[in-house]
């Protein structure tokens, strides 16, 4: 799929914009500041719903506005549709073909993109937390179903761990109540589980060639989703439901302890190794740099495994920040099929040799224009 207009309202630095894309590589050049990320983050959001690096929509409006519209044609192989997102004081409203979508889960992954900015390679330095929600981001994209159990996860793990917090250590805890909340968690941590090894298996087989070639054959990369607990086994899921059986019960007076829920999916973490070697601890930069490109590379290809569309891939000032031959073989990969936005403070010295086909826009204090000889606006 591509996109092929966007229009910008009150968004960050934009009061309006409004660019056409071609399907293959469009690049943003300009100096730092003048609103080059915020055109990526603005297409991020229709993709997910929120911004790759705030949690704090608010931020998103002009701040002399009071709402921020953002607007977007997109094109995939047998239909066109249209996607809208306004952010007000109330919250998000978000539209698919001009309709209202009564859940923002049913709005996200209508369009996919993959993003890669500077913030992505806390997915190897930060906490579990950032490469679980990396998983969960991508496989929402690509599984509605997916999205509304993992909501149903944590509304559930929500209610248990009040009920720790309150009656932990009271003598009115109801054994039998409490007993029904774990049931219900351990069915949605079996789903939720699941899918992420299947996800996990299936990235990293697509991940470990490209990876090989990123790094020149030399490095072996491997993805392994784990527990927290040394107790679950993850490659037994045949037996999963009666390990978490065991686990709970066992911790139980653990549990009331700490007043929290221990075990499940949302402890779990990504554990990246090159040749063995746990990627965190001893990978350089550059190494890590070729951990996270790999990965979103290979979350393309299995986008378009699944559905049958390649994602539309943002890459936010990563290219210069790779060798020549990184930018060929990165280049490469997406030649003709994956279409391309990407931002860079300068153009001089990138080794893209799809550039001459390449729209490329110079961004000045938020004004966008056309390098190929048309002006934007
Ligand atoms: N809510 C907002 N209202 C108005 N301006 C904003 C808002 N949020 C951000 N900006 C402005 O947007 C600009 C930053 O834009 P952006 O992050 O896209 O820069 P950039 O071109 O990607 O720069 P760099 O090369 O440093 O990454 C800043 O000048 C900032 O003041
Ligand atoms: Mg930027």
């Known amino acids: 799929m591509y996109l092929k207009k966007l229009s910008l309202t009150n968004f960050r630095s934009y009061q309006e ?8 590589l469009t690049i943003f050049t300009g100096d730092n500041a003048q609103g080059k990320t915020n055109i990526l983050e603005a297409i991020y959001l229709l993709s997910v719903a929120k911004s790759h690096r705030t949690n704090r929509d608010r931020e998103m409006i002009h701040l002399e506005r009071d709402y921020a519209k953002i607007e977007a044609e997109v094109a995939t192989k047998s239909f066109d549709f249209n996607l809208e997102i306004v952010l007000n004081n109330r919250g998000k409203i978000a539209k698919f073909n001009h309709i209202e979508q009564p859940k923002l889960s049913h709005f996200i992954g209508k369009m996919h993109a993959i993003m890669f900015a500077p913030e992505d390679m806390q997915l190897i330095k930060g906490s579990p937390s950032l490469r679980r929600r990396f998983i969960d981001v991508e496989l929402g994209q690509a599984s509605p179903i997916y999205l509304s159990e993992l909501l149903d996860y944590n509304r559930i793990l929500k209610q248990r761990n009040a009920y720790l ?8 805890f109801d054994q039998i109540y409490f007993d029904i909340l774990t049931e219900q968690l351990i069915e949605k941590s079996l789903i939720i589980i699941e899918n992420r090894v299947k996800f996990v298996i299936a990235l990293e087989e697509l991940a470990i060639p490209i990876h090989r070639d990123l790094s020149n054959q030399r490095d072996d990369l491997s993805v392994e989703y784990i527990p927290n607990s040394k107790r679950l086994d993850y490659t037994q899921l045949e037996t999963l439901k009666d390990q978490f059986y065991v686990l709970f019960s066992e911790s139980l007076e653990q549990e009331k302890n ?7 999916p949302h402890r779990d973490d990504l ?3 090159i040749n063995g070697q746990e990627a965190q601890q001893f990978g350089s930069q550059g190494q890590q740099r070729t951990i996270v490109l790999s990965l979103k590379l290979a979350e393309t290809e299995l986008i378009y495994q699944l559905t ?20 060929h073989i990165l280049m490469n990969h997406i030649k003709d099929k994956v279409q391309t936005i990407l931002t860079t403070a300068t153009i001089e010295g990138l080794k893209v040799h799809q550039m001459e086909h390449a729209e490329i826009y110079e961004v000045t204090k938020g004004f966008v224009t056309n390098l190929n000889g048309k002006k934007g606006s």
């Not at 914009?17 to 293959?24: D, I, K, N, T």
């Not at 917090?165 to 009115?172: A, L, Q, T």
């Not at 700490?258 to 499940?264: I, N, P, Q």
């Not at 790779?322 to 930018?327: A, F, G, K, W, Y």
């Open 17 to 24: 914009l409004s660019l056409e894309f071609q399907s293959g």
């Open 165 to 172: 917090r309150e009656f932990g250590r009271s003598s009115i």
């Open 258 to 264: 700490r007043r929290t829920t221990l075990y499940g």
């Open 271 to 273: 554990k990246l190794s």
């Open 308 to 327: 049958n569309e390649y994602p539309i891939l943002l890459l936010d000032d990563v290219l210069s920040e790779l060798d020549d031959n990184r930018q």
